[in-house]
Antibody, heavy 119, light 106 residues
Framework: EVQLVESGGGLVQPGGSLRLSCAAS????????MSWVRQAPGKGLEWVSA????????YYADSVKGRFTISRDNSKNTLYLQMNSLRAEDTAVYYC????????????WGQGTMVTVSS | EIVMTQSPATLSVSPGERATLSCRAS??????LAWYQQKPGQAPRLLIY???TRATGIPARFSGSGSGTEFTLTISSLQSEDFAVYYC????????FGPGTKVDIK
């Protein structure tokens, strides 16, 4: 069964850091690009970052560029998001979807992990 | 940057009725358009990709159409489990989602 499980969320103070993880199973992890998408409470979906299957190419939304770093460990089938200089507006559920069988659309999603930035 | 808009923001429909949701892109995205359904406390679920192809396991009452900048999601006969928020998303460029349409019970 194809599965994505996010973890690492929690409460952090403004200016603080947090590292999210996404454990993948049921598919050849290294063959697929991965993304992070977030959803602020009561709001819509926002794409945050993406990384190629090899990890050699990374992409960021302007809202997180310079503060967040996406990476992956293909030997551990795990995706990461290092979040620094966190702001209140980064408060959201963070998902790590991927595109396996739907020609560019996100067909596999995890359950998400909640990040709250507050003093 | 491609901006996605959706209308209406809320659609009130009775069970068994047809629902038509619209999505517009600020510039052409060809057919690189997906639709997702999201229920409270759950992750989004892919319904449609390539503007009109149903994802695996999606019932035939869901259909998508359009290309370029104008797209439509139609639910032919609403079931109780279809009341949810629906998002469109373009993947012709960096992924961008619309603000969503909430389908609630009339």
């Amino acid at each position: 069964e194809v599965q994505l499980v996010e973890s690492g969320g929690g409460l952090v103070q403004p200016g603080g850091s947090l590292r999210l993880s996404c454990a993948a199973s049921g598919f050849t992890f290294s063959s697929y690009a991965m993304s992070w998408v977030r959803q602020a409470p009561g709001k819509g979906l926002e794409w945050v970052s993406a990384i190629s299957g090899s990890g050699g190419s990374t992409y960021y939304a302007d809202s997180v560029k310079g503060r967040f770093t996406i990476s992956r460990d293909n030997s551990k089938n795990t995706l990461y998001l290092q979040m620094n200089s966190l702001r209140a507006e980064d408060t959201a559920v963070y998902y790590c979807p991927t595109k396996i069988a739907a020609a560019g659309a996100f067909d596999i999603w995890g359950q998400g992990t909640m990040v709250t930035v507050s003093s | 940057e491609i901006v996605m808009t959706q209308s209406p923001a809320t659609l009130s429909v009775s069970p068994g009725e047809r629902a038509t949701l619209s999505c517009r892109a600020s510039q052409s995205v060809s057919s690189n358009l997906a639709w997702y359904q999201q229920k409270p406390g759950q992750a989004p679920r892919l319904l449609i990709y390539g503007a009109s192809t149903r994802a695996t396991g999606i019932p035939a009452r869901f259909s998508g159409s359009g290309s370029g900048t104008e797209f439509t999601l139609t639910i032919s006969s609403l079931q109780s489990e279809d009341f949810a928020v629906y998002y469109c998303q373009q993947y012709n460029n960096w992924p961008a989602f619309g603000p969503g349409t909430k389908v609630d019970i009339k």
